[in-house]
């Protein structure tokens, strides 16, 4: 069912289809063929994504807003998206504070707005939106940058250091992400700050 373009309304009769839609898969799926299995959890992962992506987008319009304050975000996740009681409730409530409204980064009002793109954060958080990134893989970029951050030589880096993470961190995970430490240091670090990394690891 295409929606483009239909207002919340029709959205949330969408999403209770969906909803409706997959609780009943279990009582079906016997019937389904070896393609059609495939083919199923193919869709069902894109469900899933972008419901991981607006329930992000919802709690940081809940933060924005003023509708919870950010040290209750994450009560205010466990509460009304019970699933994440079990785990990532904490990563989407530390996301939303990040992205939440704040000063000179957020690049506009209303429809569309959001962090500036160019910025480290705008690149995740349009990663984010549209569903490729997790918010756990984005909550885990945030501190990976935040560890590359000191010995960077130039902010205006970031952007670019946080693409080469999300770059890996999406088909690998979080563990391979990190691993690219020492080649943004090489590359974007201040002279040295490989060298000064080691010597704290150490």
Do not use: N
């Not at 079906?28 to 894109?46: H, I, K, P, R, T």
């Not at 990190?178 to 090489?186: D, G, H, I, S, W």
């Amino acid at each position: 069912m295409d929606i483009g373009g239909c207002g919340l309304g029709e959205r949330r009769s969408a999403l209770e289809g969906a909803r409706d839609a997959l609780e009943g898969l279990v009582s079906v799926v016997g019937s389904a063929s070896g393609a059609e299995l495939a083919e199923l959890m193919s869709l069902v992962d894109a469900v899933a994504a972008g419901a991981g992506a607006a329930r992000a987008v919802l709690t940081v319009e809940a933060v924005g807003r003023g509708e919870v304050a950010p040290g209750e975000a994450q009560g205010w996740v466990r509460e009304h998206a019970p699933s994440l009681r079990q785990g990532g409730a904490g990563d989407v409530a530390t996301l939303a504070c990040r992205v939440a409204p704040k000063g000179a980064l957020w690049a506009g009002q209303g429809e569309g707005a959001g962090p500036d793109p160019d910025s480290a954060l705008g690149v995740l958080w349009g990663s984010v939106v549209s569903g490729e990134v997790s918010p756990r893989l984005a909550t885990a970029a945030l501190r990976e940058l935040g560890r590359l951050e000191p010995f960077l030589a130039d902010d205006e880096v970031k952007g670019t250091v946080m693409r080469g993470l999300l770059a890996l961190g999406v088909p690998w995970g979080v563990g391979q992400m990190r691993r690219l430490r020492p080649a943004f240091l090489a590359k974007y670090g201040t002279p040295g700050a490989v060298d000064d990394l080691q010597d704290r690891l150490k």
